[in-house]
Nanobody
Framework: QVQLVESGGGLVQAGGSLRLSCAAS????????MGWFRQAPGKERAFVAA????????YYADSVKGRFTISRDNAKNTMYLQMNSLKPEDTAVYYC???????????????????WGQGTQVTVSS
């Protein structure tokens, strides 16, 4: 099993930047594909970005492509989400997600997630 703890959320003005971190417990972090999802008030949880075991492959929702960057440091058991050019519509609770599927499936849907973090609030003011 793996435990996930997000940090780095907060309040920022439109156009600003934030960097989220997801710290994972355990010694096999590199065998989990990872991802970020977000849930805005009154909306379903939605895919934001995903990354492969090694970090060599990344995937993004169209709404964040070109503004957000997902990365991971397997030596530090940590995943990151650099968010630039933030917009009010990016306001949501952001969740870290992990999959321990041995096929290395990329997490782009809720169904592929085995573990969730507790979430961190990101609020973008206009």
């Amino acid at each position: 099993q793996v435990q996930l703890v997000e940090s780095g959320g907060g309040l920022v003005q439109a156009g600003g930047s934030l960097r989220l971190s997801c710290a994972a417990s355990g010694r096999t972090f590199s065998r989990y594909t990872m991802g970020w999802f977000r849930q805005a008030p009154g909306k379903e949880r939605a895919f934001v970005a995903a990354i492969s075991w090694s970090g060599g492959a990344t995937y993004y929702a169209d709404s964040v492509k070109g503004r957000f960057t997902i990365s991971r440091d397997n030596a530090k058991n940590t995943m990151y989400l650099q968010m630039n050019s933030l917009k009010p519509e990016d306001t949501a609770v952001y969740y870290c997600a992990a999959s321990g599927n041995p096929t290395g499936i990329i997490i782009t849907t809720l169904a592929n997630v085995d573990y969730w973090g507790q979430g961190t609030q990101v609020t973008v003011s206009s």
